[in-house]
């Protein structure tokens, strides 16, 4: 019986296939009453997401919100993602190596995180939520957006 070894490559690969199917299967709300919005404004352009979806735990993360204007990861799309202690109505600060966190990649790959700033939750229906941002961004920029009845996934 021939055992077969992987190589590091062939791991990373495995990973990057992973990594795609997760951020594929975060799709938009599936439930055609219901329509959602994710979008944002960076340096003068308004951003709407293709994908969005927000996650109550992902191991060993805390409640994260995704979403990306493209829909792929082979090219540089524009994302924003959040990480906060919970996704309860009200507002969470965001601070330089605080527990919230914002975190911004733009269109041409380079990642930026939050210095300051808020987002509010104005509605949580315990399968979508509701809200609106605004950080401050290591470029120095500023980044602000809103959400509505995006969907919440365990």
């Known amino acids: 019986m021939k055992i077969k070894i992987y190589k590091p490559a062939q791991y990373i690969l495995i990973a990057f296939l992973a990594g795609t199917l997760a951020i594929i299967s975060c799709g938009k ?6 329509t959602n919005s994710f979008t944002w404004t960076y340096a003068g352009i308004t951003y709407t997401a293709r994908l969005d979806t927000a996650y109550k735990s992902i191991v060993p993360f805390f409640p994260l919100i995704l979403a990306t204007a493209g829909n792929s990861l082979f090219s540089p799309p524009a994302e924003v993602q ?4 919970s996704f309860n109505t009200g507002t969470y600060t965001f601070t330089s190596g605080g527990t919230n966190i914002f975190q911004f990649t733009d269109p041409l790959g ?9 987002l509010t939750i104005s509605t949580n229906t315990s399968t979508t939520i509701s809200g609106n941002f605004s950080a401050n961004l290591t470029s120095g920029k500023t980044i602000t957006g809103n959400f509505s009845n995006m969907s919440v996934k365990p």
């Open 82 to 85: 959040i990480g906060l202690i």
């Open 110 to 118: 380079f990642s930026h995180s939050s210095t300051g700033g808020s």
């Open 29 to 34: 709300n599936n439930d055609p009453s219901v």
